[in-house]
T-cell receptor
Framework: AQTVTQSQPEMSVQEAETVTLSCTYD???????LFWYKQPPSRQMILVIR??????QNATENRFSVNFQKAAKSFSLKISDSQLGDAAMYFC????????????FGTGTRLTIIP | NAGVTQTPKFRVLKTGQSMTLLCAQD?????MYWYRQDPGMGLRLIHY???????AKGEVPDGYNVSRLKKQNFLLGLESAAPSQTSVYFC?????????????FGDGTRLSIL
């Protein structure tokens, strides 16, 4: 079974600085998707960025980028120029490219932005 | 455009009571999902549907039933509520499979079972 591990329960960063959130996963599959979701205090889950395992190029969405290391099974999220609105829980998630619709989540990292 | 709407937002039940959570989406999405989120954990998939009239079990389906009689609605039922079902429940929808298409989430329903 696939597992997703987020080893940082909490992180903080000064406004305008850069922060990296860690995620590792365990799978025997070669084709899959990886995601970072943001959950602000309003509770609604928002997709931040996604990565397809067969693509070597790291995904980027504005200030958000990932460092995808397939061999190491690592998928970290870098937030540049941190803003107060980035404060939230961040969840890493995995989905197999085949099979069912199961999305496996990590336990989350709470990100605090220091003004 | 309301997106994904969950009803109700909060509910307190007594053990053994039944209730239905409603999820409605106005985006003409084929896929719909029900998740639960417990403290210190990510979301876990309860049931999902890949189209009107279809349902499938997810990771934690026991104690729940679902129905997708209309494309825009996905109902989650608890026939006999148990304290272990105290959680925050999220509904989500998407045009296609997760990864191929983004999921849109509702705001959640906080359910407490006494």
């Amino acid at each position: 079974a696939q597992t997703v591990t987020q080893s940082q329960p909490e992180m903080s960063v000064q406004e305008a600085e850069t922060v990296t959130l860690s995620c590792t996963y365990d799978t025997s599959e070669s084709d899959y998707y990886l995601f970072w979701y943001k959950q602000p205090p309003s509770r609604q889950m928002i997709l931040v960025i996604r990565q397809e395992a067969y693509k070597q190029q790291n995904a980027t969405e504005n200030r958000f980028s990932v460092n995808f290391q397939k061999a190491a099974k690592s998928f970290s999220l870098k937030i540049s120029d941190s803003q107060l609105g980035d404060a939230a829980m961040y969840f890493c998630a995995y989905r197999s490219a085949g099979g069912n619709e199961k999305l496996t989540f990590g336990t989350g990292t709470r990100l605090t932005i220091i003004p | 455009n309301a997106g994904v709407t969950q009803t109700p937002k909060f509910r307190v039940l007594k053990t053994g009571q039944s209730m239905t959570l409603l999820c409605a989406q106005d985006m003409n999405h084929e896929y719909m999902y029900w998740y639960r989120q417990d403290p210190g954990m990510g979301l876990r998939l309860i049931h999902y549907s890949v189209g009107e009239g279809t349902t499938a079990k997810g990771e934690v389906p026991d104690g729940y039933n679902v129905s997708r009689l209309k494309k825009q609605n996905f109902l989650l039922g608890l026939e006999s509520a148990a304290p272990s079902q105290t959680s925050v429940y999220f509904c989500a929808s998407s045009y296609g499979r997760i990864g191929n298409q983004p999921q849109h989430f509702g705001d959640g329903t906080r359910l407490s079972i006494l």
